[in-house]
């Protein structure tokens, strides 16, 4: 998870962020069910990285917790000026890690942290700015939890992108909680995975696959979240 235009805030600011963003995630885990103090969190600044026991809350950390985080995120910028709201990008990816003298090693955290710094990623917010927060998976997790139907999403929900990276070159799978999939290249939509047992991944990646809801009258939504998360790891 990283703070998006940390840098160019002022001292202030940034330890506001600092002070604020462990609260979010904090709030939007226990929203979800799950408990942070099990997790390895290395915080750094603007960013943390958690490795997660396996404890089979993967589809609920991609579901209900990105889902709650957004609407943390909605509720908390809703009350300040657009120079100081917090926008998120956040990468998942799954594997083996140890616990090192300096933090966390293995080729998994290495993956996170290419997924993280993407050039897609950076895009999605850049390009919806009322967005607070967009989400990459690998294609290892979008493949084993989304397409393998253990929450809530679809994959049309999400846009097929490649990560270019260093020395990381993968697919990957992007979404922005509040709009779904964002707009992917032409080269994208010719590239639907095929996950084992021969299933398709339907996923056009159009922009224009939304589900709206009209309302009439006035809405009280504060704090509000719509939809229903997956109850079960």
């Not at 910028?77 to 090693?105: C, I, S, Y």
């Not at 700015?129 to 294609?139: G, I």
């Not at 097929?160 to 939509?189: F, Q």
């Amino acid at each position: 998870m990283d703070a998006q235009s940390y840098g160019s805030k002022n001292d202030r600011a940034q330890s506001e962020t600092q002070h604020d963003l462990p609260r979010l995630l904090d709030r939007a885990a226990r929203s979800a069910g799950l408990n942070r103090s099990e997790w390895h969190i290395q915080p750094k600044g603007d960013e943390q990285l958690a490795v997660l026991p396996a404890s089979g809350d993967e589809p609920r950390l991609v579901d209900d917790y990105f889902r709650h985080l957004a609407s943390e995120l909605r509720h908390y910028n809703g009350q300040r000026t657009p120079a100081a709201r917090m926008r998120l990008r956040a990468a998942v990816h799954h594997g083996l890690v140890e616990l090192a003298d300096n933090g966390f090693a293995g080729t998994a955290v290495v993956v996170t942290a290419r997924l993280l710094n993407s050039r897609p990623l950076y895009d999605a917010l850049a390009g919806h700015p009322m967005a607070d927060l967009a989400v990459v998976l690998s294609d290892e997790v979008f493949r084993s939890v989304v397409a393998g139907g253990h929450t809530t999403l679809l994959p049309s929900d999400f846009s097929r992108v490649t990560v270019k990276e260093k020395e990381y070159e993968s697919a990957a799978w992007l979404t922005v909680p509040t709009i779904g999939a964002p707009a992917a290249n032409e080269e994208a939509r010719d590239s639907s995975p095929r996950p084992a047992g021969g299933t398709s991944v339907h996923n056009d990646n159009h922009a224009q696959q939304l589900s709206v809801t009209n309302m009439t009258g006035s809405v009280d939504a504060r704090g509000a979240v719509f939809g229903f998360g997956n109850a079960s790891a």
